[in-house]
């Protein structure tokens, strides 16, 4: 997808630092963090909102989440973590590229 900037970082066109990557997604820090850990996961396929996925990007979705769950060391967030995806502009969604969020090292307020 053009002028997205998520798959821009993809492909190397726009730098950034990748904690993990593979086939799947890409693990990278969130610029403006919520949380004293705060990473995004980045699905390679570009869908714009999660409400256009299909059951196969959520498949993939669904894959991610566990792959994050066999990563807690490396990515600091053993002690528990908060998986959210944003949708539409009442989410403040700022992207048309879905992703997780990551949350955690650190006590998360109550949702
Ligand atoms: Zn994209």
């Given at each position: 997808m053009e002028d997205c900037v998520f798959c821009a970082m993809r492909k190397g066109e726009v730098p950034c630092t990748k904690l993990y990557s593979d086939d799947d997604f890409m693990i990278i820090k969130d610029?403006?963090?919520?949380?004293k850990v705060h990473l995004i996961a980045i699905p390679s396929e570009h869908v714009p909102y999660i409400d256009m996925m299909t059951e196969e990007g959520a498949s993939l979705l669904g894959k991610i989440m566990s792959k994050i769950s066999h990563m807690q060391e490396e990515l600091d967030i053993t002690g528990g973590y908060r998986l959210v995806i944003n949708q539409g502009e009442n989410a403040n969604q700022t992207m048309a590229h879905v992703v997780i969020h990551i949350l955690g090292g650190e006590k998360l307020q109550d949702l």
């Open positions: 610029i403006n963090p919520q949380a």
